[in-house]
């Protein structure tokens, strides 16, 4: 081989690497952005669940219920 068919040689692998590294770029970006939607999903609803539980432990009595503070139905 010339010089000249060695180095077409070399730009043709360069050009395919370079078409298999955007191809994979472009599918991690895309699991990327997938995620990113996951999360912020799973974020609202953590939040959601967030406010619920304290909307209920606002509504429960200030003292915790204790069964040893409780006297047995038979005193």
Do not use: C, W
């Amino acid at each position: 081989m010339s010089s000249i068919e060695d180095l077409q040689e070399q730009i043709h692998e360069l050009q395919t690497k370079l078409a298999f590294q955007d191809d994979t770029i472009d599918h991690l970006n895309k699991m990327v952005t997938k995620q990113d939607d996951i999360i912020r999903a799973l974020e609202r609803r953590f939040m959601s669940l967030g406010e619920k539980i304290a909307d209920i432990s606002s509504q429960l009595p200030e003292k915790p219920f204790n069964p040893a503070d409780e006297i047995p139905p038979h005193y």
